[in-house]
């Protein structure tokens, strides 16, 4: 199919269009994904429009049966996309009048493509915020067991990258988890603004047709028709949002992939990852190289890169549909695949991390990790904070020297630098004594983090779609 000028819109024109615009203008090379969308859309127009009598029931029933063929074709990789004929919507219905007649000149009716592009897009995204949905409560579900299964697992806790405190593993994997919930909320909320039926807002003002929404909204399982047909056809910010949630999803991605290619490493040599999600090297035969976690760290700056895009994009529209928004698939895309692959990649990976609990353990043991427990001992017993801040400055001063963790110094080491120590100050000194001396709810202690995965398990339940 190549007629020069366009079936759809040429009554007007003298001259078919530049074969250079039409293919600039064109976008059915990326927007023939909507398809299963589009069609969907034009089934529930249809029967909308036969309900309220600009159809007969036959037409309707010809306009089906033409769109599910349709439907089939596609799928079977046997639909002939026509570049000149722009985008996937013109492609269908020109189909579709190839197949069944003039009566597939009626689909069109009380309808236009603005509406039509906005309502498929939101079909769309509501479609695979549900996909990204169960993939990110899949990893939620397996950082919670993991949390749980290593809630005694000590390591050490890091400020400024340094040793801090000893923390638990399974409180550190929480922490995970805690930002994920976060995000689960704000793609639950998203949904909620996706899910808002723009159809029957025609090119902008609404159409002269007995047109019923309400029946349109329900056949699409839409919550409701849009209240504004100007700003039906031209929002996007539910693009924006969503893009902004991936953004923010990435960002905490790339964060536990940075720990976890730390990790990895034989400097830190916390947890090893099974071959299966890794890969090796051409050159160096010993190589294997945390690829997973790292091209997940990668992936984020083409998420904030299409978060960008669209807001600028949206910058300055006047109201009411502008060409301009054919640009916001590309990036739209893009993101919902990004999200969608690196939430997969995670939960399929986190809960076969296997932590190596004597190197953790061995790595929180050195760089004074109880320094701050040995001062809140002294503080306890009644040395105010300041001069136990300094007491004990001046023991980690004497381990460095001697090369000794404050537990493996005798009473009488200790003793040099404060008389209030006595031999129970050794339960304050292990790292077991430490975390769990830290009981409090958002504590580290074990039985602290087993509460907690338990409350998150059942958060978790309690989330509902549309909530
Ligand atoms: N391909 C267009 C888009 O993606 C569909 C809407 C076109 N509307 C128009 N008035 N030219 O936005």
Redesign the pocket.
């Known amino acids: 199919m190549s007629q020069a000028t366009n079936q759809s819109w040429g009554g007007r024109f003298s001259e078919p269009t530049d074969a250079f615009v039409a293919r600039f203008t064109?976008?059915?090379n990326f927007?023939q994904r909507l398809a299963p969308q589009d069609i969907q859309g034009s089934i529930a127009h249809a029967t909308m429009l036969a309900r309220v009598g600009v159809l007969t029931d036959d037409e309707r029933d010809a306009i089906i049966n033409g769109l599910n063929e349709i439907q089939g074709e596609i799928e079977r990789g046997e639909f002939n996309w026509s570049v000149p004929l722009?985008?996937?919507?013109m492609n269908i219905e020109a189909r579709l009048t190839e197949k069944i007649g003039i009566t597939g000149k009626k689909l069109h009716t009380g309808r236009?493509?603005?509406d039509?592009?906005a309502t498929d897009i939101r079909l769309f995204m509501r479609d695979e915020i549900d996909v990204i949905e169960v993939e990110l409560k899949r990893l939620r579900e397996g950082m919670i067991e993991l949390a749980d299964r290593e809630a005694e697992t000590i390591m050490p806790g890091f400020t400024h990258l340094q040793t801090a405190q000893p923390v638990t593993f399974g409180h550190h994997i929480l922490a995970w988890q805690e930002m994920l919930a976060r995000d689960h909320e704000r793609l639950l909320d998203c949904r909620k603004r996706v899910n808002v039926m723009p159809l029957g807002a025609a090119?902008l003002a609404g159409t002269t047709y007995p047109i019923d929404r309400h029946v349109t909204a329900e056949l699409l399982g839409f919550d409701r028709p849009t209240e504004n047909s100007l700003d039906a056809v031209s929002d996007r910010d539910f693009a924006i949002e969503f893009t902004s949630f991936a953004s923010i999803l990435l960002m905490h991605l790339s964060r536990m992939s940075e720990e976890l290619v730390l990790w990895t490493s034989a400097q830190f040599n916390f947890i090893d990852l099974p071959d299966r999600f890794c890969t090796g090297s051409s050159i160096m035969p010993q190589k294997k190289n945390p690829d997973v976690p790292e091209l997940v760290r990668g992936k984020t700056g083409r998420v904030y890169g299409h978060l960008m895009s669209l807001l600028t994009l949206m910058k300055s529209q006047p109201l009411a549909?502008n060409?301009d928004?054919?640009e916001?698939?590309e990036p739209l895309f893009d993101a919902v695949d990004t999200v969608r692959d690196c939430l997969k990649a995670f939960a399929d990976m986190v809960p076969a991390i296997e932590p190596k609990k004597a190197s953790m353990y061995e790595a929180a043991r050195r760089g004074f990790s109880t320094a701050t427990d040995l001062a809140d001992y002294l503080v306890r017993k009644g040395v105010a904070f300041r001069d136990a801040h300094e007491i004990v400055g001046q023991s980690v001063a004497y381990g460095l020297k001697t090369e000794k963790d404050l537990s493996e110094m005798s009473l009488d080491e200790l003793k040099q630098f404060s008389d209030t120590i006595e031999q129970d100050v050794f339960e304050v000194l292990t790292l077991e004594g430490s975390v769990a001396a830290r009981n409090h709810i958002g504590g580290t202690a074990p039985n602290q983090v087993r509460a907690a995965a338990q409350r998150a398990r059942e958060a978790l339940v309690a989330l509902k779609v549309g909530a």
């Open positions: 064109a976008s059915v927007d722009e985008d996937v919507h236009s493509r603005n039509q592009v090119a549909y060409k928004n054919q916001d698939k």
